[in-house]
């Protein structure tokens, strides 16, 4: 038989994280035996070359899964099933697709980003617009992303607070701030000092500074404005004039107002923003395929 799609692959592979603690590559090899795939179906690759077709769907399956809080991860490269994800075994599914994950409202918000990437555009008569090949090449490109950020703030939310605030550190410096990684390091140093998670100077001799406050919130967990307030009191502290305010979840309207009206200037980041920009400037991902697209060269035929 073909290699399943990932949706097929999706009730396997709860039921094998409902077992305990499981490893992404073992359950691989588990899930060929199961479906008695080939030698040659086992090793069958993406385009890319670099993952087998049945490891992508996998790890697929198990996103899907996690966004509908069935699955969660334990450590780097294992996951296991939560208590809703039994209670839903425990009902003896016959199939759990993307239709059955529908029911679960965290789920429903992860779709809704993907739902309103590929949603044809109208033209003014109130006709639908049939997409051409290359906007259908960067709708699917929005969709892998939206999937990607999502997975990027779990990630922060499992690590420690000073892994975030490493990492929130790494990201200003790979935008540009601070220098070398080197003098970010050190303005890591202080880190905790007074509400203040991390400083990097401008320049070489510090004269110029932005200090940092990380918040690893839960996503419906918000941000308000007494947190906002409480940030200026102590760059107020610092005699520092800007700083970056980074959460996972988002800011309230009245958190940014507050930063707004403000004398001192403070750039509220949230957890869209956020893995957004690490995305953009490869803090904590990589490229896992390149698509060359190529058209004709009409200087080339013009010399016909």
Known sequence: MAVPDFQTLMLPVLKAAADGEVKISDLVD??????????EERRELLPSGRQTTLANRAGWAR???????LVKPTRR??????????????????????????????????????????EDTSDTTGELVERTPDELLRVTHRQIENALRAELLDRLLEASPTFFENTIVNLLVSMGYGGSREDAGRAIGRSGDNGLDGVIDQDALGLDRVYIQAKRYKLDNGVGEAEVRGFAGSLEGAKATKGVLVTTSYFTPQARAFAEKIARRIVLVDGQQLAHLMIKH???????????????????????
């Open 282 to 304: 490869d803090v904590g991902v990589r490229i896992e395929e390149t698509l060359h697209i190529k058209k004709i060269d009409e200087d080339f035929f013009a010399s016909e």
């Open 77 to 118: 490269g294992y996951f296991e099933a939560t208590d809703r994800g039994r209670r839903v075994l425990a009902g003896n599914p016959g199939r759990i697709d993307t239709r059955f994950l529908s029911q679960f409202p965290e789920f429903e918000e992860f779709r809704k980003a993907a739902r309103d990437a590929v």
């Open 30 to 39: 588990k899930l060929a035996e199961e479906f008695q795939l080939t030698e």
């Open 63 to 69: 996103t899907y899964l996690a966004k509908a809080g």
